[in-house]
Structure formats: structure tokens, C-alpha cells
């Protein structure tokens, strides 16, 4: 209880702060990397558990104009057959000979390549694999330390996506 009112109080000092002194942008801090997000949001919402999913919403229409961040350094939700941030990749710059589970290669292929706008670049200690569907953007941090960071949208495009996170290299 102590938290979740730590938690309330906290978001709504964050809100106050930048309405009241007309801030663009903020600096975040999620998972050790540092990104930079406008700071006209509505809403935040943590729902923790092992992938620490943070949503950010810019809309005063639920479940419109978001940003999410997940940490799936660790995820085991699926047979990747190697490291997930190596899984990844390999989807969006795909080798031959990989360890990589195949059959999930193909399944995510489908939903984050196939028919998708992608884009890759990449910094010193980074690579960032961009997706564009219909419905959705996502963006992929894979760092050279194994770390896989996934932030995914319905209203940004990867120009917003390297503003976001332009303190990364």
C-alpha cells in the first residue's frame, strides 16, 4: 500500500513539474540506459514483473498514442535457441549458420519483418532494430553486454526513435 501511494504522489509531482514549468523533454532512466521523451504525456503506468514494463501515455483516449518500454534481457517466454538480444539480431540482419531457433525465427520474422518497414543502425555499444507495421512501431536495443531493450508505439516513426535516443552510443 505504502508503495502504490509512493508510486501515486511520484507521478503526479512528475506531471505537475512539467505542466507547470513547460519542459519539452524529459531524460528517463530505464533499465541503466538513458532516453529523452517529450514530456507532454497524460498518464504512466509500471506493471513491474521480470520484464519491468513501463507505459507512457500521450492521449487522454485509453490505449491510444503510447510509448512502452520492455526489458526482455532475460526472456525466456520463448525458444529463442540463443541469447535474445543475438535473436534479434539475426531477424532484422539474418546470417546463415546461427544458433538461433528457426521456427521462431520464422514466427517473429512474420510479425516484426515481413511486410514490415525496418530499418537498421547502429552506435559503439548498440544496435537499433527498427519496426513499422500498420498498427505499430517497435524499436529493439540490443547491447553489446547482452542487454535487449524493446520500446514499441502506435504513434512514433524512427525519426522519433533516434531523438529518443540520441544520449545512446
Known amino acids: 500500500?505504502?508503495?502504490?501511494?509512493?508510486?501515486?504522489?511520484?507521478?503526479?509531482?512528475?506531471?505537475?513539474?512539467?505542466?507547470v514549468f513547460g519542459a519539452k523533454y524529459f531524460d528517463l532512466k530505464y533499465s541503466g540506459l538513458a532516453f529523452v521523451l517529450p514530456s507532454d504525456f497524460r498518464v504512466i503506468g509500471d506493471l513491474g514483473g521480470q520484464e519491468n514494463i513501463l507505459i507512457f501515455r500521450y492521449s487522454e483516449q485509453k490505449g491510444k498514442n503510447y510509448v512502452a518500454f520492455t526489458d526482455m534481457s532475460n526472456d525466456k517466454s520463448l525458444d529463442y535457441g540463443c541469447h535474445v538480444n543475438e535473436f534479434f539480431n539475426i531477424l532484422?540482419?539474418?546470417?546463415?549458420?546461427?544458433?538461433?531457433?528457426?521456427?521462431?525465427?520464422?514466427?517473429?520474422?512474420?510479425?516484426?519483418?515481413?511486410?514490415?518497414?525496418?530499418?537498421?543502425?547502429?552506435?559503439?555499444?548498440?544496435?537499433?532494430?527498427?519496426?513499422?507495421?500498420?498498427?505499430?512501431?517497435?524499436?529493439?536495443?540490443?547491447?553489446k553486454d547482452g542487454k535487449l531493450v524493446k520500446i514499441d508505439s502506435d504513434f512514433l516513426d524512427d525519426g522519433a526513435y533516434k531523438q529518443i535516443t540520441k544520449n545512446l552510443n
Open 92 to 143: 532484422f540482419s539474418p546470417i546463415e549458420n546461427s544458433s538461433c531457433n528457426e521456427k521462431t525465427l520464422r514466427i517473429m520474422s512474420e510479425t516484426f519483418v515481413s511486410g514490415a518497414q525496418t530499418n537498421v543502425w547502429k552506435s559503439d555499444n548498440y544496435i537499433f532494430n527498427y519496426s513499422e507495421t500498420e498498427e505499430k512501431t517497435f524499436l529493439f536495443i540490443s547491447g
Open 1 to 19: 500500500m505504502g508503495r502504490l501511494l509512493a508510486s501515486v504522489i511520484f507521478v503526479f509531482l512528475l506531471v505537475y513539474v512539467f505542466n
